[in-house]
Structure formats: C-alpha cells, structure tokens
C-alpha cells in the first residue's frame, strides 16, 4: 500500500472515530442488554490527569497535625518581642498556653484524623476509655476486640494496633485465636492432627452450625473424638504470654485438655453438658509455642494468650461481611466470654462490603438499620465496653475507563458518622485519614505500595500505616487528657497559694483589740 493511500485510511479511521464521539449519547446505548459507551471528544482532546497526591506527603502530614508544632519563624519573633516587652514569666506561659489550647481545639473541631463523637464537644468519650484501659491494665487483663471483614484478615492491622497498645499500656500475647485458623495470619502458626469441622456466624466462606453458640469470635469449632493443636507465636513484638485460657462447651461426653510447653505437662478435665466452661492454665515462665491434646465431645470457641497484666488485642477478621452478624451470635455465648476477658473496646470495622450495594437511599437506610441493631446488641451485651465503629477505606473502580472512587463509599461514610453518633458511640473516618477521594489510587502507586493492586485491601506496609495513624489519634486525645490534669492540678495550686497569701496578710493587719473583744463576746 502506497504511503498516501495508508495516511488517507488514516484520516478515515480518524474521522470516523471522531464521529462516533459527536454523536454518541453520554449515557451510552443499550444493546441487548449489554451498555455501549464511547468517550466524548472533550474526553478525548483533555489529556487525563496524571497527577497524584503524595501519599507519603499526606501521610507526614497528617502525623505531623497530631503532633503540636513548631510555630512559624516570624511568629515566633514576633512573640519573643512581646515576651521581652513583658518581661513576665505569667505572660510567656499564658502565650504557650493559649497556643496548645488553640491546638488542641482545632484537631478535634477539624483534623480528619480525629474520632467524630457523639457530643463534639466533649471528648471524655476517648479520654475515658484511655484512663481504663490504663487502670485495669495494671490490675490485670485488660481486653479490646477488634472485628473486621477481609481488610484485617490474617491479623493485618490488628497486629499493628496490638503492638503499639501494648507498648503504651504493658501486655503480651496474641490475645484470642480460633481453635482452628483457616486463613493463614502473620502473627500465628497452627497445625492440627485431625480434623475438625468449624462453623462461621458470616462472611464468604460460611458454614454455618444449627445454633448460635458462635462466642465472642463469631466462629467456633466442634470436636468429638481427638485432636492435637500446635501453636507458635509469630508476632514480632511481644510475642511471648504465661498465661493460657480455653473456652468451650461441653456435650454429651466431657473434656479432657492434655498441655504440653517444653518438658512441662499440664491437664485439666471438665464434665459433660457444662455450657460456657474455661480451662486455665498459669505458666511458671513465658513461652511462645506449646501444643495441646484435646479429647471429648465439645465446642471449642478458642484460645485466649496473655501475660497476667496488660492489653490484648484481638483480631477477628470475617471475609466478606458487613458487619451485621452480631444479632445472630448467641447473647449467653457472646456475653459469658467477654466478660470472662474484661473486654472494655469493642472496635467495629465495616462498611467496604455493602458499599456497592448501596445504590438506593432505601438500601442505605436498610443498612442503616442493621448497623444500629449490631450496636445496640453489643451495647447491651457489654454494658462497661466502648465502641469505635471505623468507617471503610477509600476503594477504586473502573467507570467508563478510568479508575475512580466507589460512587456510594462517601454515602457510605456518611452512614457510618450518623449511626455512631445515634447510638451514642465514636466514629473514626478511614477514609478521610486515608486522603479522601481517589486516594487509594495513591496508596497503590506509592513506592512501597501501600495498597493491593485491586484498588480496595491495603498491603502489609499500608496496614501497618493506617494502624499507626489511629494509634496517633489516641495518643492526641491521652496527651490532651494528662495536658488537662496538669492544668487543674495548676489552678488548684495556685488557688491554694492565693489563699494561703490572703491568710498571712490577714495576720499582718493590725485589729483594735476592743473591737475584737466586742465581736468575740457576741
């Protein structure tokens, strides 16, 4: 083909392309069923933006608005001239008073990684639940459970949250595992001689047993015969625990638990039709691995690893589920556990499963109604526990070709926030910390990536990121707590002083002693 018959079928194809983008609808055209779209000629002639934020900008960013900072340097002079102007050591602390004041007041009026509550007015919700966890850890164990879908699957996330809790509040262990793990998790190993058949309350991979005994892990396993379970802690961080607890209800036949840790042996034996029993066993020393021979007819709910004191953290991860399963969990079963673990925060991590289902304000408001239910069943249940719900992470998907954030995720959000708040309970905003709109899409071509190539789970470093800046946020509302004692305790002190001068120029004054004899004398 000569070169000008190749240029001119060129321009054809051109043309006619150009065409087809004029005349073609925007919503496309409908061809059995099947929608044919077509980009416009703007779209075609606009070259795409390619521009993306700077996820590890944000990021530093967002960790360095929870922190109070350096003031500008023209402020600073400008400051320094009134204080020499001053000359007062009153008006200088007044000066930095007023600045972490005013800090203090903008994140949690303002900053995206604050938690929404019910009244934003008063944050003793956060500063309340900080001061617990802190009082009963030093007593004992002090529990917080962390359920999710598939985004803290294999105890991502949870492990981050666990690590840095348990270095602020003391704690070892990996808190409760399932007595048989299905998903492989990066903090546990678990290998079992025989098998045994285990039962979800919801998600994808459902099996589901003919009752509601699914226990605080919403899950359990049943055994009738024997088993031996091997089990070896991974956890980077405090990884070791003394103290082991199972939990299980016996049936027709009893149970017998056989303990092996090193060349030590314990055992330990329960009747049959015993509902919600706990074995315990306290260790002479610390151990990371141990193995277990069970025998009997029983459901087993789980092993519970701790030291004597501290935080454990909890990862209950269910593929596939939005949430709304907890109404279906036994009450007795739910409630004997947690209160058995001194569960004190129930953190509720949900909304990424419904939110492609959430294309009608009817199904919004259907979801709407199954949260609220979850919550106040868990209200119920656990009267002493707080809750933080934590809102979806910001997911992408392809619209007429190009990758954009789901159009029901910021609705969503927006449930989440109202449904927190009705019930009386603290929202964090995922999404929002994580950037907003598209910003998954930046997640994923950050290098690490911090963010899966399916544009919706975060990779093990984005876990570990999105831990650590909720962990940030906690540190906000303790430091503002212990920044509020310190002030009272000042005020107290300096209206004691106050007092005490008043007292001694009182005595200093002279009194005419008739005067004061006619006063006594009355």
């Not at 802690?233 to 939990?247: C, E, G, N, P, W």
């Not at 056989?258 to 509902?275: F, I, N, S, V």
């Not at 002030?487 to 005067?515: M, Q, Y």
Request: proline share 3%; net charge positive; glycine share 6%.
């Amino acid at each position: 083909m000569k070169r000008h018959i190749e240029l001119l079928f060129f321009v054809a194809v051109i043309a006619v392309l150009a065409v087809i983008c004029f005349l073609m609808p925007k919503d496309g055209i409908s061809v059995a069923g099947t929608t044919l779209r077509f980009p416009s000629i703007s779209e075609v002639l606009t070259p795409s933006d390619k521009s993306r934020i700077s996820i590890d900008g944000l990021l530093a960013d967002r960790e360095n608005s929870m922190k109070i900072q350096q003031l500008p340097d023209s402020v600073i002079e400008a400051r320094r001239k009134l204080m020499q102007a001053a000359d007062s050591m009153r008006v200088r602390d007044s000066l930095l008073l007023a600045d972490t004041i005013n800090f203090y007041k903008t994140f949690f009026a303002e900053n995206p990684s604050r938690f929404y509550l019910p009244d934003s007015s008063d944050v003793s919700y956060i500063t309340d639940l900080i001061a617990t966890l802190r009082r009963e850890a030093r007593k004992g164990i002090v529990h917080i459970a962390h359920y999710g879908d598939s985004q803290i699957e294999g105890d991502r996330i949870t492990s981050s949250l666990r690590y840095g809790l348990q270095d602020k509040f003391g704690g070892e262990g990996l808190g409760i595992i399932p007595t048989l793990q299905m998903i492989p998790s990066i903090t546990v190993q678990e290998t079992i001689s025989d098998s045994i058949s285990r039962y979800l309350v919801d998600g994808t991979l459902v099996q589901k047993a003919d009752h509601k005994r699914y226990g605080a892990l919403a899950q359990l396993s049943e055994l009738n015969g024997k088993t031996t379970i091997a089990i070896k802690s991974l956890a980077v961080k405090h990884k070791s625990f003394d103290k082991v607890r199972l939990f299980y209800s016996t049936r027709k036949k009893g149970l017998k638990a056989t303990l092996t840790a090193g060349d030590l042996t314990y055992e330990a034996e329960d009747e049959a039709g015993k509902k919600y029993g706990m074995m315990e066993w306290d260790l002479p020393s610390k151990i990371s691995t141990f193995k277990i021979r069970l025998e009997g007819d029983a459901e087993l709910y789980g092993f519970c690893l701790t030291g004597d004191k501290g935080v454990a953290v909890t990862n209950i991860g269910l593929r596939g589920s939005s949430g709304t399963f907890f109404t279906r969990i036994d009450a007795k079963s739910f409630k004997y556990m947690h209160n058995a673990l001194n569960t004190r925060l129930v953190i509720m991590e949900f909304g990424g499963n419904a939110t492609p289902y959430l294309s009608t304000d009817k199904k919004i408001e259907g979801y709407y109604n199954s949260m609220d239910a979850q919550i106040k069943f868990v209200k119920q249940q656990l009267p002493k526990a707080k809750i933080i719900l934590i809102g979806p992470a910001d997911m992408a998907e392809t619209v007429d070709g190009k990758l954009q954030t789901y159009r029901n995720l910021e609705k969503t959000v927006d449930l989440m926030r109202r449904v927190a708040k009705d019930n009386g309970v603290a929202f964090w905003n995922m999404y929002g910390v994580m950037g907003g709109k598209n910003s998954i899409i930046s997640w994923v071509s950050n290098k690490p990536a911090l963010a899966a190539s399916d544009y919706i789970h975060f990779s093990r470093k984005g876990a570990e990121r999105i831990a650590h800046l909720f962990l940030e946020s906690l540190n906000v509302y303790d430091d503002y707590s212990m920044f509020q004692s310190s002030l009272d305790r000042r005020k107290r002190e300096l209206s004691k002083n106050r007092k005490k001068k008043l007292k001694e120029i009182s005595a200093k004054i002279p009194v005419d002693k008739t005067f004061a004899d006619s006063i006594s004398k009355r």
